[in-house]
C-alpha cells in the first residue's frame, strides 16, 4: 500500500493492487495477465477482464488470475461475480494475496449490508459476514490498516443495525414512528476501497509457482 493510500482515510477503496505472474518463457497466460494489467491500470476494466479471461483459460487454478479478474468485475460494477473471484482466489497459499481477497469479500458484503439496511435481518447477516472477513484479512496480515478501520466500521454499523432494530419494535404500534437507517448508510462514505488502479505489480523473479503471489509497490 503506498502512504498517499494510507492517508486517504475516506476515501472509497478495495485491496485493487494487481498480481503479476513472473515470465516462465511464451506462456501465453503470463503474457495476457500482463497485458489485462495495463489494460486495467489505465482504466480499460472491461478489456482487462477480457485479457484475464484468456489467462485464465490457460491456467484455469490459479489464484492470482483469479484476483485479477475480482478486481476488473469490481470496477465493471459486478460485485456478485466478482465476489465469486475473490472467494476463488482463497485457493491460494499465500497469505498476503489470501488477506487481499478476504478483505475485498468483506467490503463487498459491507457494501451489502448497506444496501439492505431496511432489511433488518439480512442487514445484520451481511454485516457479520463483513466482521468475519475483515478479521480473517486481520489474521492474515495483521499489519494491515484498511482492514482494522473497516472491521471497526462494521462493527459500529452492526450495532447500530441492532439498536435500530430494537428501536422499531419498541415502537411498531405507533404510525407516527418511522424508522430509518441513514445514520448507518451514512457510514458508505467511510469504508476503505484500496486501490483503483494507480498502482503497479512487478513479477516477483524468485518464485515460479505460477505467480502465486501479489506483488505491491
Known amino acids: 500500500m503506498t502512504g498517499a493510500g494510507v492517508g486517504q482515510v475516506r476515501r472509497r477503496r478495495w485491496a485493487g493492487v494487481l498480481a503479476l505472474l513472473p515470465i516462465l518463457g511464451a506462456d501465453q497466460a503470463e503474457i495476457a495477465v500482463r497485458e489485462g494489467n495495463t489494460l486495467y491500470q489505465s482504466g480499460q476494466y472491461e478489456a482487462a477482464l477480457r485479457r484475464y479471461e484468456a489467462a485464465a483459460a490457460e491456467l484455469p487454478d490459479s489464484s ?9 468485475l469490481f470496477k465493471s ?45 439480512d442487514a445484520l447477516a451481511l454485516a457479520q459476514a463483513a466482521i468475519g472477513y475483515f478479521r480473517d484479512s486481520l489474521r492474515l496480515d495483521g499489519g494491515y490498516a484498511d482492514a482494522r ?57 524468485d518464485r515460479r509457482p505460477h505467480g502465486q503471489r501479489a506483488n505491491e509497490v
Open 64 to 72: 492470482v488470475i483469479e484476483f485479477n479478474r475480482g478486481n476488473a
Open 77 to 121: 460494477r459486478d460485485q456478485e461475480q466478482a465476489l465469486d473471484r475473490y472467494l476463488a482466489a482463497l485457493a491460494t497459499d499465500e497469505p498476503a494475496l489470501a488477506s487481499r481477497a478476504k478483505y475485498n469479500i468483506g467490503v463487498i458484503k459491507y457494501r451489502q449490508a448497506l444496501a439492505a439496511a431496511q432489511r433488518y435481518e
Open 149 to 205: 478501520y473497516n472491521l471497526e466500521l462494521a462493527y459500529r454499523f452492526h450495532h447500530r443495525l441492532e439498536q435500530d432494530q430494537l428501536h422499531a419494535q419498541r415502537n411498531a404500534a405507533s404510525p407516527e414512528e418511522k424508522t430509518s437507517l441513514r445514520r448507518g448508510q451514512a457510514l458508505s462514505d467511510k469504508i476503505r476501497n484500496e486501490g483503483s488502479g494507480q498502482r503497479d505489480a512487478r513479477a516477483d523473479q
